[in-house]
C-alpha cells in the first residue's frame, strides 16, 4: 500500500487510514567500523628516560646511621641564691618576665618573687 517514496498507509483493527512517514530515500546506511583497541598491562619496553623516585617511606639519606640519634634538647636552667639561707637553688629558666621562686630548703620555705 505505498504510495509515494515519503508515506506509508496503514489500516489499524478498526479500518481507518493512518498515514506515516517512510524512511528517508537513499537506501541504507553503511555500519561504522568498530575500533579495535588493544589493552595491556605491561609495558613492551622500560623507557630509561623515564625514572621514578619515590619519595615517601623509607629515609633515603645515607649520611645518617642508627647511632647518631638527636640529642633531646635540655631546658635551660638558672641558678639563684636564696635571699634568707644562702643555698644554691637551680630553676628552669622562666618563660614570664614575673615568676616566683620557693626554697628548696625544708627549714627556710622563703619565696622569692621577681619582675
Known amino acids: 500500500m505505498i504510495h509515494s517514496a515519503e508515506e506509508v498507509e496503514y489500516t489499524d483493527l478498526k479500518g481507518l487510514l493512518i498515514l506515516m512517514?517512510?524512511?528517508?530515500?537513499?537506501?541504507?546506511?553503511?555500519?561504522?567500523?568498530?575500533?579495535?583497541?588493544?589493552?595491556?598491562?605491561?609495558?613492551?619496553?622500560i623507557k630509561?628516560?623515564?625514572s621514578y623516585t619515590d619519595s615517601l617511606g623509607?629515609?633515603?639519606?645515607?649520611?645518617?646511621?642508627?647511632?647518631?640519634?638527636?640529642?633531646?634538647?635540655?631546658p635551660e636552667t638558672i641558678s639563684i641564691q636564696c635571699d634568707m639561707c644562702g643555698?644554691?637553688?637551680?630553676?628552669?629558666?622562666p618563660t614570664k618576665a614575673r615568676y616566683s621562686v620557693t626554697c628548696s630548703y625544708p627549714e627556710c620555705g622563703n619565696v622569692m618573687s621577681f619582675d
Open 21 to 45: 512517514a517512510a524512511k528517508a530515500p537513499g537506501g541504507k546506511k553503511r555500519p561504522r567500523r568498530k575500533r579495535k583497541l588493544r589493552l595491556s598491562l605491561r609495558q613492551s619496553k
Open 58 to 74: 623509607w629515609s633515603t639519606d645515607v649520611g645518617r646511621t642508627l647511632e647518631d640519634a638527636p640529642k633531646k634538647a635540655e
Open 48 to 50: 630509561k628516560a623515564d
Open 87 to 93: 643555698s644554691m637553688l637551680k630553676i628552669r629558666k
